[in-house]
């Protein structure tokens, strides 16, 4: 580990919130804006599938710290924690879904360019339900969100980092309308909305 205390720190959650627990790393940053105001040292971003587009983000990063749904092969709800040159093999290990194909190669970019974050570390939760599009985490993932803000905490008191009770500007934060709160208590039972596509469109008896 770097013996010197990051000057810069990004605190990243990567996701699709569309796609049930895929949302558990723009959902913790949501909440940990929500809760904690933190110095200008410190950078908070929804980076949703953005991939290579954070690239300027990681730059200007001495350490990152990531949220994100991980497949550990684990059972749903587990969270897990590594750090360093753990951490682009565990983004790329089991692909869910393209966003972490594009964060990997991020990673890589970094690292190739020689400006990569000095400390990396990834909070990552084992998800239960991916394939809901237009739902909502799982109770099981959604029960990680607290224990994952703390997780974060200590690693960023390890930094040298102590946020305030209050809340944080979040960049690339989605519309109120996406906020997990809106979201959940606006979302439409399955009944009213198909989210495995249109019946209208199905073939008859299929």
């Known amino acids: 580990m770097p013996a010197s205390l990051p000057e810069r720190v990004l605190i990243l959650g990567i996701?699709?919130?569309?796609?049930?627990?895929?949302?558990?790393?723009?959902r913790c940053i949501e909440a940990?804006?929500?809760?904690?105001a933190f110095p200008s040292r410190v950078r908070l971003l929804d980076g949703g599938t953005q991939g290579l587009y954070l690239l300027p983000f990681l730059e200007e990063a001495d350490?990152?710290?990531?949220?994100?749904?991980?497949?550990?092969?684990?059972?749903?709800?587990?969270?897990?924690t590594v750090r360093d040159d753990e951490v682009p093999a565990f983004m790329g290990a089991k692909k869910m879904s393209l966003h972490q194909t594009g964060f990997q190669?991020?990673?890589a970019?970094?690292?190739?360019?020689?400006r990569c974050p000095e400390r990396l570390t990834l909070i990552g939760c084992q998800p239960e339900e991916l394939e809901d599009y237009g739902g909502s985490l799982r109770p099981v993932?959604?029960?990680?969100?607290?224990?994952?803000?703390?997780?974060?905490?200590e690693e960023l008191a390890a930094w040298d980092v102590t946020p305030?009770?209050?809340?944080?500007?979040?960049?690339?934060?989605?519309d109120a309308s996406l906020r997990?709160?809106?979201?959940?208590?606006?979302?439409?039972?399955?009944?009213?909305?198909?989210?495995?596509?249109?019946?209208?469109?199905?073939?008859?008896?299929?």
């Open 141 to 153: 993932v959604a029960a990680r969100i607290a224990p994952a803000l703390q997780v974060a905490l």
């Open 164 to 174: 305030l009770p209050g809340q944080s500007h979040v960049e690339g934060l989605a």
């Open 32 to 36: 940990l804006a929500e809760r904690h």
């Open 63 to 80: 350490a990152l710290l990531v949220f994100d749904a991980v497949d550990y092969g684990l059972a749903p709800g587990t969270l897990l």
């Open 180 to 206: 997990r709160a809106a979201y959940e208590s606006g979302r439409p039972s399955e009944t009213d909305a198909c989210r495995s596509g249109d019946d209208r469109f199905f073939p008859e008896g299929a």
């Open 109 to 114: 970019t970094a690292q190739l360019l020689g």
């Open 15 to 26: 996701g699709n919130i569309l796609w049930a627990d895929e949302g558990f790393g723009p």
């Open 105 to 107: 190669d991020v990673l």
